[in-house]
């Protein structure tokens, strides 16, 4: 199975920062990664397939970046609805899996 | 616009059996694979398989293999997952979604499973 990590499990920041949070996985999956984001008692959402291409109507502050084993989900200017928990989801072999969250919280 | 609905919130006693639906709407449901997906309180998603309704065909998780069942209803767009032998780890919420070239466009809004004596 490939094992996806994500760095920082938290973060805070304000309203207007740039964040920045990193994937990996456990051996090179292309650019097979997908990017979601969940917020409490919701379905996650997709945000970013193909680790760069923008889902549609997804706002473009959000962006993704990366291939093989690292990656990139990057928030050019935090808003408030922003804040929520980002998984990333590999996509190049079963079993399908998920890293273990960022959590984006209210500085 | 696509919508996947799915069925109410369970209560199972250790052992038991769940039976979960979702019910689609808005697109050719024979023409995109659904898959199921569990997430347990504060943990990352989990894959749990995926039914090809226009081939019939079914694929699941390693880990449940033997344990879940995901069933189609074509001619009324409905998918249906089944899990037996329910345990304590098995609580969670499950969610349907629809798969887009191995990725999940669409979901269903969760059903909560507690298992509990």
């Known amino acids: 199975d490939i094992q996806m990590t994500q760095s920082p499990s938290t973060l805070s920041a304000s309203v207007g920062d740039r964040v920045t949070i990193t994937c990996r996985a456990s051996q090179s999956i292309s650019r097979w990664l997908a990017w979601y984001q969940q917020k409490p008692g919701k379905a996650p959402r997709l945000l970013i397939y193909k680790a760069s291409n923008l889902e549609g109507g997804v706002s473009s502050r959000f962006s993704g970046s990366g291939s093989e084993t690292e990656f990139t989900l990057t928030i050019s200017s935090l808003q408030p609805e922003d804040f929520a928990t980002y998984y990333c989801?590999?996509?190049?072999?079963?079993?399908?899996?998920f890293g273990p969250g960022t959590k984006v919280a209210i500085k | 616009q696509v919508q996947m609905v799915q069925s109410g919130a369970e209560v199972k006693r250790p052992g038991a059996s769940v039976k979960l639906s979702c019910k689609t709407s808005g697109y050719s449901f024979t023409s995109f694979v659904i898959h199921w997906l569990r997430q347990a309180p504060g943990q990352r998603p989990e894959w749990m398989g995926w039914h090809n309704p226009e081939l019939g065909s079914t694929y699941y998780s390693y880990q449940l293999r033997g344990r879940v069942a995901i069933t189609v209803d074509t001619s009324a767009a409905e998918a249906f997952v089944e899990l037996n032998s329910l345990t304590s780890d098995d609580t969670g919420i499950y969610f349907c979604?629809?798969?887009?070239?191995?990725?999940?466009?669409?979901w269903g809004q969760g059903s909560l499973v507690t298992v509990s004596s």
């Open positions: 989801q590999q996509y190049n072999s079963y079993p399908l899996t």
């Open positions: 979604a629809r798969e887009r070239g191995g990725l999940f466009d669409h």
